[in-house]
């Protein structure tokens, strides 16, 4: 089963404001197994509104629109709605009362331009409004069915969940979903996606989607069935198969991010980290303290910038700073051990690399980092090369110094 | 003139996910006097796809089609497009050579299914992208523009402003446009537009566009004028008006960000700024050298989220941590004078504070922040209190630290 949102108000095309109507809705149509299969956004135009909502009958049996319910001439979707069921407005005095006596509990008069909306689309149901004076509306289209909900999200989620909810469960007996959601480091998108692409492919339920961003890519694996038992059975089976093949670059099974992931490990195992940043300036420590609970693990951290910071602050010896440069194997070493003599932390994680635009010499050009990481046997560095601009250079660190002692400790 | 926008990309139908990449292009587009009238979010579906943007190609005169570029099997765009513009693609050895070589600089191996990026639609240009192995393709279909841009953010807009704006602006020659751009801290949205709503909504050239975010809004003043000229006088005439109503209030006027504009203060004064942060957690430093060339004033920083922490890395006195706690006016005092002493700085910031969801007192509930400010002449602290969740609050407290030190050497 599928279905199409529609959006409908000129200030939803505006650079400054979203849709966000549609992410409620959404979650509402997964959980009784609708799929929503393209949602569009439109301005105050009833031509275009119309144009599209054919387009959208003609490919989804659900169609749900909102906004555009109110009262001033720029609401023009129970026209467009209207125009493209071929069916007349019909002027209903019990809804112009009952609006009329809204206004008169709020100790307000009703304008005369608020008897647009007691109008209903012939053959169309009208749906009660508690909080405002924008019925909804829910009809058949060539079969298809179609509801009109208000635009303001405290009008629009009681209406959906009391009177289209049940409605739409009636026409179509819920299938039930399970998800499977794998978070996964140190792989690339394309170099992910040949490892498990001859396993998914070879399957039409689940429904597999992988999300990239730099750093983390993410896998969702969503199974449809009649039963619950069934749909969890689906994901599973799946989810054990890529499991297999993708090993310990998995990090999270439930979307938590790889911070969080770490933290928890850390906490499990009662162990703290602490960090030395260079040219993340912060970024390590801020991740790793977003979450909840963070201090729990999180012993400390130190800001060094300059080659003087690090002397200080970590007890990089200047030896090291001026025969290697802050930028080097042997400085990522010491900050990372620097840090964890002066917090006493379990481990220590340090960052230092060239962030760009401007540094980095022949050998270690800009996107040049050294991860170190210190532990109570040892200190690994690690040295990356990440490509783009200073904030994915430093985003990149940031992520790979947490994937690096996540993988040490899991 | 107006364009449609197309996202490509399942996980953009998820409740979890949305759209933002079309805000950014609705503002570009805007710029340069191109109204956006309709916007869809289609799946990994290539049929679909093909059918909404014969749909769009037949009401808007720009398509721009974000996503769906990538190396895998559900990166349909290519193809979609394709089909709608009746035109085969093309394998381009070239292209192929330049994805190799992309991959060699990051001393991986290139897969198969990157080759799928080397092919062109017949007739369309192929626009690069420095950052990425997805080319972006530009031409017409019925004389109609449409441009395919890759999904990722880092990717689409440098290629957007580079490759397919030019081509927009000589195929639509713009109007002249002026922008005046406010950023504005420690004032609310609503109270904010309550200020300044009375003098600019008396204008209707410059439009005026207010964003919010936490800790930040932005004001756009947009002229539109046949001569450049006229442009920004109308813009700087209201310009002025609201300068005068905010003052110092408005910390931007090129749309650099707090960090960024108090950076440039401290350069231009040839002063230093360290850090010691507690429930920010790395925030406050992150955004100090978020900047290129931060290195020029950000002297260092301590992460100190314990009470041992504090005493032994800045010096806090157990005496104070004792009587007062950590989240108080004397240990947020002793944090910034912590660390202006062992880094040296001309200026230091402190963060203490209950970001949530656990902590908090009688007296300073969750929320509550103190924020010092350790200078040359004196310390200053100062108590805030920010609703919302952690990450809301931890958000709020670093962009007020900042302030905090802006406002004085401004």
New interface residues.
Partial sequence: MNAEILAVGSEL????R?D?NS??L??QL?AIGV?????????D?RP?LT??LL?SLE?AEIVLITGGLGPTEDDVTRDAVAVAAGKPLVFQQDLCDEIAAFFTRLGRTMTGNNRRQAHLIEGFDSLPNPRGTARGLLGEINGRFVALLPGPPHELKPMFVNHCLPRLKDKFPPQHIAVVHFRVAGL????L??LI?PVY?TYSNP?T??????GDVQI?LRALCATEAGARELADDLGAKITEILGDRIYSRNGSDLATATGALLRSRKETIS?A?S????????????A????DY?????????DA?KA??LGVPATVLQAHSAVSEPSARAMAEGARK??GSTWALSVTGYA???GGTQQDPVGTVYLGLAGPQDTEVKRI?V??????V?ELAATSAIDLLRRRIQ
Avoid: H
């Fill in positions: 095309l505006t650079a400054s979203i966000t992410l409620w959404t979650d997964n799929e929503v299969t393209a949602k569009s956004i439109v301005g135009d275009r144009a599209m387009q490919r690339g998108e394309s170099a996606d040949a692409a492919s429904v989607t992988i999300l990239a961003a730099p969702f960090v940043e040219c993340t300036g912060g970024l390590v420590g801020q991740k790793l303290t977003a909840a609970g963070s201090s999180f012993a400390g951290g130190f800001l060094t910038y300059s910071m200080d602050l002066r917090t760009g635009p401007d090369q490509p783009g601009d200073r904030e994915r430093r």
